[in-house]
């Protein structure tokens, strides 16, 4: 979204205020990028569709036999998802079982939802 400003900012090229200015932060955008940008493969629309299913935890090696994907794949997708906040998940022995962050999708339909309101 962009509004107007209405102090002059330091950064102009020939002195004069921008007529209009980002509402996001650089820092706020990154963020919000990475976690639409994890959302933005289909592989891992369907990791998430299949987690979302099950109200407890999926190992891993259930997540494999559910693509036709190698572990590492899967793996990498894994881990994209959990650096944006999406899924989480927790060790029991040898295995790892992944949730979704319900919030953490929550912030992506706020983001999509801020993006859409008009001002």
């Avoid at 891993?60 to 959990?82: A, D, Y």
């Avoid at 029991?92 to 859409?116: P, S």
């Amino acid at each position: 979204m962009l509004h107007r400003q209405t102090a002059p900012l330091g950064n102009t090229t020939v002195g004069i205020a921008p007529k209009f200015v980002p509402t996001l932060t650089e820092e706020e955008a990154v963020v919000q990028a990475r976690l639409l940008k994890a959302l933005a493969d289909p592989t891992r629309l369907r990791i998430l569709s299949l987690l979302s299913r099950h109200e407890g935890e999926v190992c891993v090696f259930e997540i494999v036999e559910s693509f036709t994907l190698e572990q590492p794949t899967i793996s990498h997708h894994l881990r994209i998802l959990r650096d944006a906040g999406l899924v989480d998940c927790r060790k029991k022995g040898l295995w790892a079982y992944y949730y979704v962050r319900r919030e953490a999708l929550n912030r992506a339909r706020e983001v999509i939802d801020a993006l859409a309101q008009l001002d």
